[in-house]
């Protein structure tokens, strides 16, 4: 899926946020249950959009950027 301009800064941001605190405030950063191996988080990145991103120790793998429904669905 291509993003919009405004859509791809927007994300590009709260992705880089997690560069200067691992969790900043108003991140809406939320581990998703049933997911240990591997670790699966979300970040709201607004509107309906989320991202998903998978943790292993200090390096984070994005995986999807997609609707709430598509995410909540397939992250």
Do not use: W
């Not at 800064?9 to 950063?29: A, C, Q, W, Y």
């Not at 998978?54 to 999807?64: H, K, M, N, P, T």
Request: with cysteine; aromatic share 4%.
């Amino acid at each position: 899926m291509k993003l919009e301009p405004d859509l791809q800064d927007r994300v590009m941001n709260k992705l880089k946020s997690l560069h200067t605190v691992p969790i900043p405030p108003g991140l809406e950063f939320e581990k998703l249950k049933g997911y240990d191996n591997p670790s699966l988080y979300t970040i709201h990145v607004g509107g309906n959009c989320k991202v998903s991103m998978e943790i292993d120790g200090s390096i984070a793998r994005l995986r999807r950027v997609g609707t709430h429904k598509e995410i909540d669905r397939t992250p």
